[in-house]
């Protein structure tokens, strides 16, 4: 008697627990689960997918779906944020690196100054910022002995772009100041040329600067 009372109750708590897990039905009676976006249930708990999460599989991760990895920056909805000075699609280059080098003048125009063609002028990456270049000798003191600077010119590149800003600065820590911008044209690689327009600023005089460059290195 006992045995036959014993099997149906033995029967009837293994069809429970397979209801409640196949109804994602927690323990003890708790509120049905529903598992979305390819979600299943275990144990009255859903797991997720890959890229989802949360109690119903509700919530999406677009960087984890999509196996976004940013090298120098963040993933958000999918797209990488870059930090200052990098860029691409996963942030994994240096938005600087097209401008560094040695340029030969071919031409400058410094009104009212004679310039002299043919020096060279050097960008190098700022030690300090990511997103900066330092230009050595651009109104350089070899060629203007008394109005050019003697320290480098710093500036700041623009991100996804071949441009780049000189800031208003004093390289030399005197009254004698510049600002301008940049452009680099890399579209031949067997004849890059860089393009600077600057202003100087020495006491009463300014002087308006056009400077045209080959990049040999």
Request: contains cysteine; aromatic residues 8%; proline residues 2%.
């Amino acid at each position: 008697m006992i045995r036959s009372l014993l099997l149906p109750m033995v029967i009837a708590l293994l069809s429970f627990g397979s209801i409640s897990c196949g109804d994602c039905v927690g323990a003890f009676g708790k509120e049905k689960v529903e598992c979305n976006n390819g979600g299943t249930c275990n144990d009255g708990e859903c797991d997720c997918l890959k890229g989802y999460s949360g109690v119903s599989c509700d919530s999406l991760d677009l960087c984890e779906l999509n196996d976004v990895i940013c090298v120098f920056g963040d993933c958000q909805d999918g797209l990488c944020e870059c930090q200052s000075g990098y860029e691409g699609k996963l942030c994994e280059t240096e938005s600087r690196v097209k401008f560094l080098g040695k340029f030969r003048v071919s031409t400058e125009a410094c009104d009212p100054l004679d310039t002299i063609a043919g020096r060279e002028i050097e960008i190098k990456r700022d030690i300090f910022d990511a997103s900066r270049i330092s230009i050595s000798d651009l109104f350089g003191y070899n060629n203007f002995p008394i109005n050019g600077f003697f320290s480098k010119v710093e500036a700041s590149v623009t991100p996804n772009s071949n441009s780049f800003v000189i800031f208003g600065q004093s390289p030399d820590d005197n009254s004698k100041t510049i600002s301008g911008s940049g452009v680099i044209d890399n579209s031949d690689t067997n004849n890059i040329q860089i393009n600077i327009d600057y202003t100087i600023v020495n006491g009463n005089k300014q002087y308006t600067c056009a400077l045209n460059g080959k990049f040999i290195e």
